[in-house]
Every structure is written in C-alpha cells, then in structure tokens.
C-alpha cells in the first residue's frame, strides 16, 4: 500500500525559507507537489521524475523552489524560498501508478504553508 507523508509546514516571513519533505513507499514513475489556497483549486507545483530526477516547475514558483530526491531515504524534497504571501497554502505530494503518463492517484495529508506579509 502507498503511502505518502509530507512534513516541514509552517509559518514565515515574506522573502523567508521553507524545506518541505515527502516520505514516498512503493515504486512510482513520478512525485508531484501540489497546493491548494483557501477558495481556490489545488494547483500543480513541481514534479520530479523518480529515475532520472528530472524536474518540472510552474511558472509561478520557477526559479524559487527546487525539488530533488533521496533515493536511499525514499524522500522528495521541496526547497522554497524568497517567499510570497500568495503561496500560502496546504501544500501535498503525490505519486502515480508507476507508469509514464498516469495520473497522480495517491496523496498524502498535506503540511501547511503559510507566508505573512
């Protein structure tokens, strides 16, 4: 069974730092973050291909946050910086069925971000 587990939320200041992780079980072809804001719909964030790491932004928080992973610890980080209010969020990994191209269908509970002005 797949199991997802985010951690690293909390409170900053604009222009401040977070480090999000996502503890990931089983084999998937990609991780993905999300968030979703108060009132709006859940957004795509960035996703990495497990086997050769390669990345993909939004356009929003291109240049400011960096996802990577550990293969020996089975994590995803999510590096974010020079923060804005608008990414206040409940931010949440993802995973697929393990297959190029299929949808994210496992999730995790989600780690709240939340940057003051």
């Known amino acids: 069974q797949v199991q997802l587990v985010e951690s690293g939320g909390g409170l900053v200041r604009t222009g401040g730092s977070l480090r999000l992780s996502c503890i990931v079980s089983g084999r998937p072809f990609s991780i993905g973050w999300f968030r979703q804001a108060p009132g709006k719909e859940r957004e795509f964030v960035a996703s990495?291909?497990?086997?050769?790491?390669?990345?993909a932004y939004a356009d929003s928080v291109k240049g400011r946050f960096t996802i990577s992973r550990d293969n020996a610890k089975n994590t995803v980080p999510l590096q974010m910086s020079s923060l804005e209010p608008e990414d206040t969020a409940v931010y949440y990994c993802?995973?697929?069925?393990?297959?190029?191209?299929?949808?994210?269908?496992?999730w995790g509970q989600g780690t709240q971000v939340t940057v003051s002005s």
């Open positions: 990495i291909v497990w086997s050769s790491g390669s990345a």
């Open positions: 993802a995973t697929d069925r393990g297959v190029r191209g299929s949808p994210y269908i496992h």
